[in-house]
Structure formats: C-alpha cells, structure tokens
C-alpha cells in the first residue's frame, strides 16, 4: 500500500462525524466510489495507507485538506465556548473536500434525517 505522512488527522473522526456520506467503513479503513475510482484508506499512527483501483493519482491531501492550516483555523473560531468544546472533543477533525454531485445527494437526503439514517439512503 502506498502512505501519506500526516500532522493532526483523525481519519475516523473525519469521515464519520457527519460531514460526509461517501466514505463507508470497511474492515481497518474505508472505501470510496466517488472519486473517479475506488479508494481504500487506512489510518496507522501518523501516514495513511491507501490502495486504489486505478494508477491515476488521487488528490488525498485535497479530499482531507491536509494542507490546511488547522492550528491556525482552529485559533480563530475558538472565540465561541461551543467551539472551543467542539475542537476539544475533536481536534484532529478536518473538514473533507466532498465530489459536488454526491455531496450535493447528501445534503438533499438530510432534510429531516439523522445521520443513521443519510448513511442507509446513501448506501441504497
């Protein structure tokens, strides 16, 4: 398997926090379709390992924004004490780049959902 080197990820707080749909939990890791192929990613320690289904590249450190510059993002949203709890509870946590279309699928099934609930619909 090929491997990132990562600084403040949490692969499993990312993916399964609710902000995103795409990723389905799958042994050690996850998988994803939407990508223009599927994606296995798994989380040891520091990297991330990830296997593909084609040679063609996948922007990872764009899908998990890992270039973000999370010390400093988290700096200027701690000013509410619901942040600062949130961040707490958290603190590795990014916020992923979703495809449009399935990001978009998503957003239209969470009308009135809980996210249980989005990740069946998204699954059918």
Not at 16 to 33: D, K, L, S
Not at 55 to 84: C, H, K, N, W
Request: hydrophobic residues 40%; aromatic residues 10%.
């Amino acid at each position: 398997m090929k491997h990132l080197k990562l600084e403040r990820f949490n692969l499993v707080d990312t993916v399964e926090c609710g902000q995103t749909f795409t990723w389905v939990r799958e042994g050690e890791g996850y998988i994803n379709a939407d990508l223009g192929q599927a994606v296995y990613v798994e989380q040891r320690g520091n990297a991330l390992f990830y296997e593909t289904s084609s040679s063609d590249a996948v922007p990872l450190r764009s899908v998990f924004r890992l270039e973000d510059p999370l010390d400093e993002i988290q700096r200027s949203i701690t000013q509410d004490g619901i942040m600062q709890q949130s961040i707490a509870f958290a603190p590795d946590l990014r916020i992923i780049h979703d495809p449009f279309f399935p990001c978009l699928i998503s957003f239209m099934c969470s009308t009135c959902k809980n996210i249980p609930a989005i990740h069946r619909m998204m699954s059918n």
